[in-house]
């Protein structure tokens, strides 16, 4: 894992000098070493986090006598087969690095070289017999990759921040992308919350030539197919094949690796799978809150940890451990996010990087295998919803911001684009209508929009601001088509999700501990965002310069006293105060970089 930047000037020579810009603000991402490739107007650079081949597998790595070059940001989980199969094919390794791989089977086959590719993946290509440089993501979009198109230049890069240096004006906020995020928590799509830069969507590859003309195909889409009429006994036989290779694949690496365990399901389930490939004790790592009114799932993970005699670490946040993070992960997650499970998140990276660069996440699940209560809506209710929402089936219908009050806090501006903001859940909706059942329409709209735009922008970039890679089994390409390709009735019933999964885990995992009722992973905000905080709060944003630019702060009184009496205006203040410490960060003052103890109140100017 690491991180990777590049540029394509118009006429120019591309410099180590420029592209250095762009490495010092990617530096976490791969602390140990950084390598630099330019030819004529094409530079690449590459910051490292060495997991596989530790003492030669440097980058850039280059092939056909500096023809061809690569940078990435991979785990390609099946290298050692593909290097086996293209050694044979006649190409020679220079390394025993994964990423290599891409690069050789690039040339090979320039055209159908990705689908041979397992694994998590983000690469940039120099390609100088065709003059051109090649972008590519992997299926799911577990790995960032960012570009900018301007006139004089091409720029990319595993993260937002790297990019900024290089742009040739102050960067713009992009109304439509905050819009989404405030009533979403999340943007989706090609477009960033930064004007002019975009996302490489999962699945897509990209190419630019030497004068910046751009075209786009995408190599993979998560189709929905008609759910094989099969029964549990034959689907949990296939799985269980599919499963053991996926997880004796993503175990292959030079460095240790532990295991985030949250408590549900499927954190379980890797647990006990690594348990059972291995020797040595998983080392676990779990989160939980001091002074709560809501239980937490400690107890349940350290059940687990137990039950597999696992290497166990417990880490207990306390109110003001969470807010001094606050700066520090917003810094790190890069887009506007507000999904609040980031801040334990960034909390437990820190711990586990003192000790490792690896650890396995058990993201991916709910949606694969239909765990989410939004998955098991009642058809009256969806139909109602639907008709009051027209366009996703009653599917992602309302606002994070759907109060009367909190509307008001909006400025006209924010306000005009609130019709917006489903767009791109109905244009899912309907990428998948007509090809599955409305199960599976859910599905496919959340792993192509959520999923990669908010569940795994927390996995990536929190965990990789501490140089620390996740792995995401259940995101494999092969186990999501699995899981797509079941009947509905072994995803779900009234009462149960994810039905299938529970009763294929009860070979691993005791029945009453797959089968209690699933809670979500909670972050105590409502119940911490109160008393002299909120009011220093409320001050702080009332005089910010960039919210006044795009809220109404007289209508801040009311919400800040909703949150003092009922405290349930903690989803739009917490977004609030993300948005004027995100500002700051990145258009204020891009390149400052917080630490993990602040004062959030400190990076509101």
Request: charged share 25%; with cysteine.
């Amino acid at each position: 894992m690491c991180g990777i930047a590049g540029i394509i000037l118009r006429g120019e020579k591309a410099n180590k000098e420029v592209l250095r810009l762009m490495v010092d603000q990617l530096r976490h991402r791969g602390p140990d070493g950084s390598g630099f490739f330019t030819e004529g107007p094409f530079g690449l650079a590459h910051t490292r986090l060495a997991i596989i081949d530790l003492e030669g597998g440097q980058q850039p790595i280059l092939a056909d006598n500096r023809r061809m070059a690569i940078v990435a940001n991979s785990e390609i989980y099946n290298y050692i087969e593909l290097q086996e199969k293209l050694c044979k094919a006649g190409r020679a390794f220079s390394t025993r690095s994964d990423s290599e791989t891409i690069l050789q089977a690039y040339v090979m086959d320039h055209h159908n070289f990705i689908e041979h590719l397992n694994g998590m993946f983000a690469f940039a290509i120099y390609d100088g017999r065709r003059q051109r440089l090649v972008l590519g993501r992997d299926r799911l979009g577990i790995k960032p990759l960012f570009y900018a198109a301007l006139p004089d230049r091409f720029l990319f890069a595993s993260e937002l921040k790297a990019i900024l240096p290089l742009l040739p004006s102050k960067p713009e906020v992009n109304p439509k992308a905050l819009s989404h995020f405030l009533n979403s928590r999340f943007s989706t799509g090609n477009e960033t919350i930064i004007s002019c830069v975009h996302r490489v969507a999962p699945g897509e590859i990209i190419e630019v030539d030497r004068i910046l003309n751009v075209t786009h195909r995408k190599y993979w889409r998560l189709c929905p197919v008609k759910p094989q009429g099969r029964c549990f006994e034959d689907a949990q036989d296939e799985f269980q094949a599919l499963f053991d290779q996926v997880m004796k694949e993503h175990i292959r690496s030079d460095v240790p690796f532990g295991l985030f365990l949250s408590g549900g399901n499927d954190s379980a389930i890797l647990c006990a799978m690594l348990s059972s490939l291995q020797k040595q004790p998983v080392k676990t790592f779990s989160v939980g809150y001091k002074n709560t009114q809501i239980k937490d799932e400690l107890d349940d993970a350290e059940q687990i940890a137990r039950m597999f005699g696992t290497q166990h670490t417990t880490l207990r946040l306390g109110k003001s451990d969470f807010f001094r993070r606050i700066p520090h992960a917003v810094w790190a997650v890069d887009e506007l996010m507000r999904d609040a499970a980031t801040f334990p998140t960034s909390a437990l990276s820190e711990i586990a990087s003192k000790e490792l660069k690896v650890v396995f996440v058990g993201e991916g699940g709910d949606e694969v295998f239909a765990g989410y209560r939004r998955y098991r809506q009642p058809v009256f209710l969806r139909w109602a919803k639907s008709i009051l929402s027209p366009g996703s089936g009653g599917f992602r219908t309302r606002s994070e911001w759907w109060r009367t009050r909190s509307q008001r806090v909006m400025a006209p501006k924010l306000k005009a684009l609130n019709s917006k903001f489903r767009e791109p859940f109905i244009r899912a909706w309907k990428e998948a209508a007509g090809s599955g059942t409305h199960l599976q329409s859910c599905q496919y709209t959340d792993i192509t929009t959520a999923l990669p735009d908010n569940l795994l922008v927390k996995v990536d970039r929190t965990m990789m601001s501490f140089a620390l890679e996740g792995r995401v089994p259940f995101l494999d390409h092969r186990i999501v088509e699995f899981g797509m390709s079941l009947p509905d009735r072994l995803k779900v019933s009234r009462s149960s999700p994810k039905i299938f999964l529970r009763r294929w885990a009860e070979r691993y995992l005791p029945k009453d501990y797959l089968f209690k009722k699933k809670r979500g992973f909670f972050v105590p905000v409502r119940q911490w965002l109160r008393g002299k905080f909120l009011d220093r709060l409320e001050q702080k944003l009332t005089q910010n310069k960039e919210i006044n630019n795009w809220f109404d702060t007289r209508e801040f009184p009311a919400l800040f006293q909703a949150q003092h009496r009922k405290g349930n205006a903690s989803r739009e203040i917490f977004g609030l105060m993300q948005f004027a410490i995100w500002h700051r960060l990145f258009i204020e003052q891009p390149g400052v970089k917080p630490t993990t103890d602040e004062n959030p109140l400190d990076w509101i100017s």
